[in-house]
């Protein structure tokens, strides 16, 4: 990732500063464990034994920033508050750029951090962030500020799961036990005729999961937790899945929890849900299967749920509980994330999640991936019955070749009850529909075992996992990037050819031609494997 | 227009061109020589041939997407019959093969989606025409004609399953002149141009669909090698 020279200069300001604030912070934390023996705040968690990962890093998610996230999800709101996003016109220097954040300094700006040509500004006191972006665009210097939105995963729960089962299943293709009894959603787009012309895709191409993180390495880390009545030292422990085998994971990252350096843990499920769509392993006698089973996975973390912030009110000493419907991805982080797959080889990007917000920094960053020949595949979003409002970024697919945006089917092939329309709908996967299938309508696949993360527990584990349903279109695009994989293996490098290759040989579905339901279509990954001939 | 096919229309003129100017008299009065040469082979005959075709087809962005090249060569083989006065009528075919890979047309690029295809063209022509000898040495013959095509057209590829190979056969038809000379006793050589043109064979759901092109026919310069009689 490059970044003006002025940035890196300003950069390095900021550096000094905050090497400042941190050796402040450190005598402070000295003091504080003087006076307690047990981890109480975030700076205490690195001295927090750790049976696996020692060399874990410190956390990314303050207590601060952690309360900024609970405000936004108990008022609704849609953005960070106090967070804004600000790029500055192409040739303000360094000095012109700290002019406008001190110009917002006099009104308590805090802090400011660099993603990509954009700064992340912080305000201790101005929490309604389109006020702040407001101020900041006043600047003449400034291109654009805009509230650092949320994305949210809007998961439309089932509660259905099962074992994963073992034992390969004879003269099958796939073997996978449990694949004839549940993914019917792969038989629906023909994909063992697909598999005929691509066996799972290449191990060249990488498929970023931006999600909630989808744990890649094994371990214990303890944790202050609040159980109720008082606060318990928690050994958490967490593992791979047992489907997807860790050595077909590469360059995970945090954005949002873990510092770099930490692990990436999946502390709810989603992202490993849709990963295993994306890859799960197959033809191995166990489980379930994945369209594109021999690319690897980049987990990108830009997602945090319920546990991540009990740990972190655990941490800072805070009692009760945490929303349990809590679920929060910073558009910052959507971004960093993005950048970062695509300057660490990711082919393909699956985004299973969606907010309200229109951001500058999010399209921007989407372009930036694009260009660097990265496709990207996101959710339209599950807001059909809750005022279909449009969603970012599943808008902007429309904008770019090699973008695009999935609603959702169910098992009858008819629009999910809860799958967002609109023009932005470029394509249809299978997603699942509950209310029309039941259990076997939803999506299977190997994830954190549910009932360990539920809310309700006082104490969680993520090494466990068992095959779980879900529907939303959360699931149908990670079928659309496991597609893409399918094709960028087979040799097809530009993101617009991949759309439009999908685009070319989906089955119309419902009003003739593009659809704001399905788009242009069901996606059929066979044909578009397969190609035209000359007739 | 390539240059295989202004080739091809020159030579098609000269074909017509050349029994014209033969009729043409001469400019200055020339003194009798002999007897004058007929202008129609006498009596009947026959000649079998084989020939080597270079075909630039019609569907020329269609073939260029899946094959990379817009011209094909053929062999193949006929036979004539002169059966009055210089008319004949004459049956032949030919097949040209090329492998290609399948692909998609995506804002006006080609894709190739890297499976490999064979396609396999093979034309029958039945046609009539009329043969006119030039000069008084008879060794050069101009001819011309017409007539229909029957063409069997085969695509195969990797992977492919029911319903997506093709073996079929279309109709059409053709036109042709030429010129040809006789080289040793009864062997003849001969250059020959057609014109073909096989209606709505192509464009059913292939690449060809995207290019809006149905034609399999095309222009072809025919090399033609045989003995007559």
Not at chain 2, 83 to 110: D, E, H, N, P, Y
Not at chain 2, 141 to 162: Q, W
Request: glycine residues 12%.
């Amino acid at each position: 990732m490059t970044m003006p020279e002025h940035a890196r200069d300003f950069r390095s300001l900021r550096a000094l500063v905050t090497l400042t604030a941190a050796i402040l912070l450190l005598a402070a934390g000295t003091q504080e464990a003087e006076q307690s023996a047990g981890p109480q705040t975030r700076a205490d968690l690195g001295q927090v034994p750790r049976l696996q990962s020692a060399s874990a890093g410190q956390l990314r998610l303050t207590a601060d920033r952690a309360a900024r996230l609970a405000r936004a999800s108990a008022e609704g709101l849609d953005y960070v508050p106090g967070e804004a996003l600000v790029k500055f016109r192409a040739g303000a220097s360094v000095a012109v750029q700290a002019q406008a954040v001190d110009g917002l300094a006099r009104r308590d700006a805090t802090g400011m951090r660099w993603i990509g040509d954009v700064a992340l500004v912080t305000s201790d006191v101005e929490m309604d962030a389109r006020a702040l972006a407001a101020a900041l665009a006043a600047d003449p210097s400034v291109e654009y500020a805009e509230p650092n939105y949320l994305a949210r995963l809007d998961p439309v729960a089932t509660g259905y799961a099962a074992p994963l089962s073992g034992g390969a299943v004879p003269n099958l293709v796939p073997n996978d036990p449990d694949y004839a009894s549940r993914q019917w959603n792969f038989d629906a787009i023909g994909l063992p005729r697909a598999w005929d012309i691509s066996p799972g895709g290449d191990s060249s191409v990488i498929v970023a999961i931006v999600d909630t993180g989808v744990t890649a390495s094994a371990g214990t880390m303890t944790f202050r937790l609040w159980t109720g009545s008082s606060f318990v030292d928690a050994p958490i422990a967490y593992a791979t899945n047992t489907d997807l085998s860790a050595s077909r994971f590469v360059a995970p990252m945090d954005f949002v929890f873990f510092d770099a350096g930490g692990p990436v843990i999946d502390m709810d499920g989603h992202g490993s849900h849709v990963a295993a769509t994306v890859a799960e392993d197959t033809n191995n006698g166990f489980g379930l299967a994945g369209i594109a089973y021999n690319v690897r996975i980049m987990p990108v973390k830009v997602c945090l749920g319920y546990w991540e912030f009990m740990f972190i009110r655990g941490e800072d000493g805070v009692t009760g509980f945490a929303n349990p419907d809590t679920s929060s991805c910073p558009f910052s982080a959507l971004a960093e994330g993005i950048r970062y797959a695509a300057d660490n080889g990711a082919r393909i990007i699956n985004m299973s999640l969606g907010g309200t917000g229109q951001s500058n920094t999010l399209r921007d960053a989407m372009r930036y991936a694009i260009d660097k020949g990265v496709f990207i595949s996101m959710s339209g979003g599950n807001r059909a019955e809750t005022g279909n409002q449009v969603g970012y970024p599943a808008f902007y697919g429309q904008q770019f070749g090699g973008a695009m945006a999935a609603s959702s089917v169910g098992r009858n092939l008819a629009k999910a009850y809860y799958s967002s329309t609109g023009s932005y709908i470029e394509i249809a996967a299978p997603g699942g529909d509950a209310r029309s299938g039941g259990s076997g309508g939803v999506i299977w696949q190997s994830t954190v075992r549910q009932p360990d993360v539920n809310p309700f527990l006082t104490m969680p584990r993520f090494d466990r996992y068992e095959g779980s349903g879900f529907q939303g279109t959360s699931m149908a695009a990670p079928h659309v990037a496991g597609l893409a994989a399918l094709l960028m293996s087979r040799g097809i490098t530009s993101p617009a050819h991949v759309e439009g290759i999908i685009t070319q040989t989906a089955r119309d579905l419902g009003a003739s031609g593009k659809d704001d339901e399905f788009g242009h279509g069901l996606i059929q990954p066979r044909a578009a494997l397969f190609g035209l001939g000359i007739r | 227009m390539p240059a295989t096919r202004v080739l091809a229309l020159l030579v098609v003129c000269a074909g017509f061109a050349v029994p014209s100017l033969a009729q043409t008299p001469p400019a200055a009065p020339r003194a009798p020589s002999g007897p004058r040469a007929p202008r129609v082979e006498p009596g009947t005959g026959y000649r079998a041939f084989v020939v080597f075709d270079h075909v630039s087809l019609a569907a020329s962005e269609t073939f260029d997407a899946i094959l990379g090249k817009t011209s094909l060569t053929a062999m193949g083989a006929g036979g004539e019959y002169r059966f009055w006065k210089g008319l004949f009528v004459r049956g032949a075919f030919s097949t040209m093969k090329a492998t290609g890979t399948r692909a998609f047309v995506v804002q006006g690029q080609v894709v190739s989606v890297g499976i490999p295809l064979e396609v396999e063209i093979a034309p029958v022509e039945l046609a009539a025409g009329w043969r006119m000898p030039l000069g008084r040495s008879q060794r050069l013959v101009v001819y011309g004609g017409g007539g229909l095509l029957s063409v069997k057209y085969r695509e195969a590829s990797d992977f492919a399953g029911s319903g997506d190979d093709t073996d079929s056969r279309f109709s059409g038809r053709h036109a042709f002149a030429g010129v040809d000379v006789r080289v040793w006793q009864r062997v003849f050589a001969g250059v020959e141009a057609q014109y073909r043109t096989v209606p709505d064979a192509l464009g059913e759901r292939g690449i060809a669909k995207e290019f809006s092109e149905d034609d399999l026919g095309g222009t072809a310069i025919r090399i033609l090698v045989g003995v007559r009689r």
